[in-house]
């Protein structure tokens, strides 16, 4: 309590001589002959405002449901401040079986799957504070699905931090609740958070406790750009709960709790090469990384819990064909992923992917995308052989191709159809292979 009482004090101190000297100031000037205005200061844009520091790009404000020259836009951006409104709707269906009984269900479009969010998010340039190159970021969601193992089902914070930049950009820091499956790895094929051409789902990362969307934990992120297009990023993070995503949300509703017991502490780091295309170079993009829980998981190769569980990865994307220097980023893109984690704590055990993926696949459709993703997933045998002992019956791995597609329907609105070829649909029982279909339509305003 007298701990508490100091800092308030301290705190009341600081604040107290801030003013101070801020009427000192204006006192000074009271008497001063005016000077000369000095030169306008070129105005900031309103991109400053968007996600930034990340391992995803958002799209512009200009694409947008609201003009980004509207007086609500502009008088927003008078007071460094940005409002945006995200929206989503899924569907996702097997397309070879009839739907199951839902007690029966164990995998996504087994039966017909729905999924909805609202994804509110504010964000400040901190220009009322004398701060450059920091951001706040603030942001709070509902997000509904039919089958919940495929959610969670929630209304909480997503993101809430503090962005500061130092040294022209070199250093940034991120600190605060943060969902760092867009800071680390860089899943999303395209790299936008508007395709819904993402390939694959790779839970790996998310098995050993990395926040993901909608879920954001306490976490304090460093990235440092080094010579030659190189970066090294780090984040120690507060681990989601190691039961998953329903789990966390039991017991951390709004998400705002700091410390659950039992969730520690989860170190992040990734090193990696990232080139932008232009008119002299292919885009390259290279990245590997490892994080390591100290949670306990249960280790099911001896029944105890133990700290340790981690996850190790590689990933790479280059751009092969460049038709249009005019337009750099357009063109054909291939990449490869590969991800382990240890048998003994996860079910989902190994991952690889292979992706082709065009940009502007036409001329006159330059914001749409075409995606072909392979993946092979493997099932740790600490899960399946006491499943096989029992009498059931399993998959030791799962195989997929998915082709999807893109579609920029116009300005703020984005319509995504893929359709999935899944060998092993799910680790148990031995269900039948499925062809999946489905779609999301998404609205930024």
Do not use: C
Not at 267 to 291: C, D, I, M, N, P
Not at 330 to 351: C, E, I, K, N, Q
Not at 387 to 403: E, H, P
């Amino acid at each position: 309590m007298k701990r508490t009482s100091r800092h308030l004090q301290k705190m009341g101190l600081i604040a107290f001589f801030v003013f101070a000297m801020g009427s000192l100031g204006q006192a000074q000037s009271a008497g001063v002959e005016k000077l000369p205005d000095a030169p306008a200061v070129p105005e900031r844009s309103i991109e400053d405002l968007n996600l930034i520091g990340s391992g995803a790009a958002m799209p512009a404000f200009a694409d947008s449901n609201i003009d980004v020259n509207s007086a609500y836009r502009r008088g927003l951006l008078s007071k460094g401040v940005a409002l945006r409104l995200i929206q989503q709707v899924q569907y996702a269906q097997n397309v070879l079986q009839a739907p199951v009984e839902a007690d029966s269900q164990v995998y996504v479009g087994e039966r017909s799957f729905e999924g909805a969010l609202e994804h509110l998010i504010l964000t400040a340039d901190l220009r009322q504070l004398h701060l450059k190159h920091a951001q706040f970021y603030g942001s709070a969601l509902w997000n509904w699905v039919s089958w919940n193992p495929a959610g969670p089902r929630t209304i909480q914070i997503w993101d809430l931090y503090l962005y500061k930049a130092f040294g022209e950009d070199r250093v940034e820091v991120k600190a605060g609740y943060i969902s760092n499956d867009l800071e680390f790895v860089g899943l999303m094929v395209g790299g936008s958070t508007a395709s819904g051409a993402q390939g694959v789902y790779a839970v790996l990362p998310y098995e050993v406790g990395t926040s993901y969307f909608p879920l954001a934990v306490p976490s304090v992120n460093v990235r440092i750009r080094g010579p030659g297009n190189t970066y090294v990023k780090a984040a120690a993070q507060r681990s989601l709960d190691a039961g998953g995503g329903p789990a966390e949300v039991a017991r951390n509703h709004t998400g705002f709790r700091f410390d659950p017991k039992g969730d520690k502490l989860l170190v992040l780091g990734e090193a990696g090469y990232k080139r932008a295309a232009s008119e002299t170079a292919h885009e390259a993009w290279f990245r590997a990384g490892y994080f390591h829980n100290d949670t306990l998981y249960l280790n099911h190769a001896n029944g105890k819990n133990e700290p340790g569980n981690f996850v190790a990865y590689a990933l790479i994307d280059y751009q092969v064909r460049q038709p249009d220097r005019l337009q750099p980023g357009h063109g054909l893109y291939a990449g490869v992923s590969a991800m382990t984690v240890p048998s003994r704590f996860d079910p989902y055990d190994r991952y690889l992917e292979a992706r082709i993926y065009q940009e502007a696949p036409f001329r006159s459709r330059p914001a749409d995308m075409v995606s072909l993703v392979s993946s092979y997933t493997g099932h740790s045998r600490y899960f399946t052989d006491p499943l096989v002992a029992a009498g059931k019956t399993v998959w030791r791995n799962s195989a997929s191709l998915t082709g999807s597609y893109s579609l920029h329907v116009r300005r703020g609105n984005y319509l995504a159809a893929g359709l999935s070829y899944i060998h092993g649909p799910a680790i148990t029982p031995r269900v039948s292979d499925a062809v999946t279909f489905a779609t999301s339509y998404t609205l930024f305003f």
